[in-house]
């Protein structure tokens, strides 16, 4: 899914140099600034952290639309998008490489950004420049991945974020069918029993 230029206008920072504002870098191919990159990935991540936090107790399943005969199932979506988050940024990433490194140590377990640096003997630079990427990189991704992209959060959480086959036409004839019951109608019954006859 390619940027829209409403969203690039949101996202961006009114105070970014490289853009003032307008969220793309260049006016005739509307590439994304690197602060709605940013933007991007910091509203997904934010969403990671409630997530993650959250108390097992309060996850709940929720109805989504389905395709076929059963129009509806249910899942767990906050389940579902913390493991979309981690296997998308592992796919970006690449497993095994520094930024996934960096990525899995601060951004996954939460770990300080001076224990990073240390463990992984980067200056300050270096560690900021690796984060400034690896947040760019993830943010297209969570934006651009199909059919469900991770952005807009609120979207991927609706219950109504899969597609629904059409609904079928039915001939007059099926229209017109008559369903039997599948118990008999009470009332003679139930008169009967009032009135005591057998």
Same mark, same amino acid.
């Given at each position: +899914?390619?940027?829209?230029?409403? =969203?690039?206008?949101?996202?961006?920072?009114?105070?970014?140099?490289?853009? *003032?504002?307008?969220?793309?870098? *260049?006016? =005739?191919?509307?590439?994304?600034?690197?602060?709605?990159?940013?933007?991007?990935?910091?509203?997904?991540?934010?969403?990671?952290?409630?997530?993650?936090?959250?108390?097992?107790?309060?996850? +709940?399943?929720?109805?989504?639309?389905?395709?076929?005969?059963?129009?509806?199932?249910?899942?767990?979506?906050?389940?579902?998008?913390?493991? =979309?988050?981690?296997?998308?940024?592992?796919?970006?990433?690449?497993?095994g490489t520094l930024e996934y490194r960096i990525f899995k140590a601060h951004y996954l377990l939460g770990a300080d950004a001076a224990l990073?640096? *240390?463990?992984?003997?980067? =200056?300050?630079?270096?560690?900021?420049?690796?984060?400034?990427?690896?947040?760019?990189?993830?943010?297209?991704?969570?934006?651009?991945?199909?059919?469900?992209?991770?952005?807009?959060?609120?979207?991927?959480?609706?219950?109504?974020?899969?597609?629904?086959?059409?609904?079928?036409?039915?001939?007059?004839?099926?229209?017109?069918?008559?369903?039997?019951?599948?118990?008999?109608?009470?009332?003679?019954?139930?008169?009967?029993?009032?009135?005591?006859?057998?």
């Amino acid at each position: +899914m390619n940027f829209q230029r409403s =969203d690039l206008l949101t996202l961006a920072r009114a105070t970014c140099p490289a853009c *003032h504002g307008l969220g793309f870098t *260049h006016s =005739d191919t509307a590439e994304p600034c690197p602060c709605v990159l940013t933007a991007v990935f910091q509203s997904c991540y934010q969403r990671f952290r409630e997530c993650a936090t959250r108390p097992k107790y309060l996850s +709940m399943p929720t109805p989504l639309r389905t395709r076929g005969a059963a129009r509806y199932s249910f899942g767990r979506k906050s389940e579902e998008y913390l493991a =979309d988050f981690a296997l998308i940024a592992k796919r970006v990433l690449v497993d095994g490489t520094l930024e996934y490194r960096i990525f899995k140590a601060h951004y996954l377990l939460g770990a300080d950004a001076a224990l990073v640096r *240390h463990q992984l003997r980067l =200056d300050r630079q270096a560690f900021t420049a690796t984060c400034d990427s690896i947040r760019q990189r993830l943010g297209r991704a969570f934006y651009e991945t199909e059919p469900f992209s991770l952005y807009p959060v609120v979207e991927y959480f609706s219950p109504g974020n899969l597609p629904c086959d059409p609904p079928v036409e039915r001939s007059p004839a099926s229209a017109a069918r008559t369903f039997w019951p599948v118990v008999p109608p009470l009332a003679p019954i139930a008169r009967s029993v009032l009135t005591g006859a057998q």
